[in-house]
């Protein structure tokens, strides 16, 4: 499985992003979707993962209202809708592929990572 993130860029604080996610390759093994964040001097953190073939979500709490998480299967996409963005969401946002049913905030539950894309959110 491949996964090819874009979307990110500059916005302000109070601005919106989307961020996207395409796999391709062996689709058919994904399970679930993830989005995980690093910001600089910090380690990586969970953001969202989505179900591939449902309609369940798991959101880190602080985010949880703010960031949307969504799919579309005949795309193999995954999204990240970022609303009212803060200097603190300035990262580094990777998408996740895996292959277990159970949605899972941890890294290691993931066998499959894109590449990253810059989010910087200025005041």
């Known amino acids: 499985v491949q996964l090819q993130a874009s979307g990110g860029g500059l916005v302000q604080a109070g601005g919106s992003l989307r961020l996207s996610c395409a796999a391709s390759?062996?689709?058919?093994?994904?399970?679930?979707m993830a989005w995980f964040r690093q910001a600089p001097g910090k380690e990586r953190e969970f953001v969202a993962t989505i179900s591939w073939g449902g309609s369940n979500a798991l959101y880190e709490d602080s985010m949880k209202g703010r960031f949307i998480i969504s799919r579309d299967n005949v795309k193999n996409t995954v999204y990240l809708q970022m609303n009212s963005l803060e200097p603190e969401d300035t990262a580094v946002y990777y998408c996740?592929?895996?292959?277990?049913?159970?949605?899972?905030?941890?890294?290691?539950?993931?066998?499959?990572w894109g590449q990253g894309t810059q989010v910087t959110v200025s005041s």
């Open positions: 996740a592929a895996g292959t277990q049913m159970i949605l899972a905030r941890t890294q290691a539950r993931y066998e499959y």
């Open positions: 390759g062996r689709t058919f093994s994904i399970s679930q």
